[in-house]
Each structure stands twice: as structure tokens, then as C-alpha cells.
Nanobody, 114 residues
Framework: QVQFVESGGGLVQPGGSLRLSCAASGIRFSIYTMAWYRQAPGKQRELVAS???????NYADSVKGRFTISRDNAKNTVYLQMNSLKPEDTAVYYC????????WGQGTQVTVSS
């Protein structure tokens, strides 16, 4: 069965950094585009970044220049390096393979606060 397990979240001060990881199983990871999403309280889930099997990346305007998505196909893992964090980045972060179906992990909480 398809599973995504996110980790690496936490509490960080504005301007700080975090690196999120998402371990995937049950899919042929290397052929799928992978994506990170986030959902803040009272808001809809939004796409943050994506990376194709060919390592083409795309980012939401709100995170361009601050976040970097990457993948390790040998480890079936996708990463999100988040720098220069802002309070508005506070959310639960999820990963997903958009074309593999509506499978979601439990997410990892990121809180940016002084």
C-alpha cells in the first residue's frame, strides 16, 4: 500500500531553517513527480514545491528563493530545505505523489515563532 511518512518539523525562530524529509513506500518512486504541500489553520492545503522524475523543480511564489526541494531515488525520499523561515510558513507540511492517487501521510508540523 502507498505510504508517505513526513518528518523534520518543529519550532523555529523567524529567519531559521528546517529540513523536512518524506519517505515513500508502495510506489515506484523514481518515476513519479513528488510534491510538498502545506496547510495552515483555517486555510486550504496549498502546493509548496514539486520535483519531477527528471529533477525539474517548481515553487510557489511565496517560497521561491527560500525553499529547495530535492529527492534521493535510492532512498525513496524527498526533501524540503527551508531557509529564512517566516511566521507565515507555519503549517502542517505533507508530501504526495500527485499522479499516484489521493494518498496522504500524517504530515509534520512547522511552527515559526519567536
Amino acid at each position: 500500500q502507498v505510504q508517505f511518512v513526513e518528518s523534520g518539523g518543529g519550532l523555529v525562530q523567524p529567519g531559521g531553517s528546517l529540513r523536512l524529509s518524506c519517505a515513500a513506500s508502495g510506489i515506484r518512486f523514481s518515476i513519479y513527480t513528488m510534491a510538498w504541500y502545506r496547510q495552515a489553520p483555517g486555510k486550504q492545503r496549498e502546493l509548496v514545491a514539486s520535483i519531477t522524475s527528471g529533477i525539474t523543480t517548481n515553487y510557489a511564489d511565496s517560497v521561491k528563493g527560500r525553499f529547495t526541494i530535492s529527492r534521493d531515488n535510492a532512498k525513496n525520499t524527498v526533501y524540503l530545505q527551508m531557509n529564512s523561515l517566516k511566521p507565515e510558513d507555519t503549517a502542517v507540511y505533507y508530501c504526495n505523489a500527485p499522479l499516484a492517487g489521493p494518498y496522504w501521510g500524517q504530515g509534520t508540523q512547522v511552527t515559526v515563532s519567536s
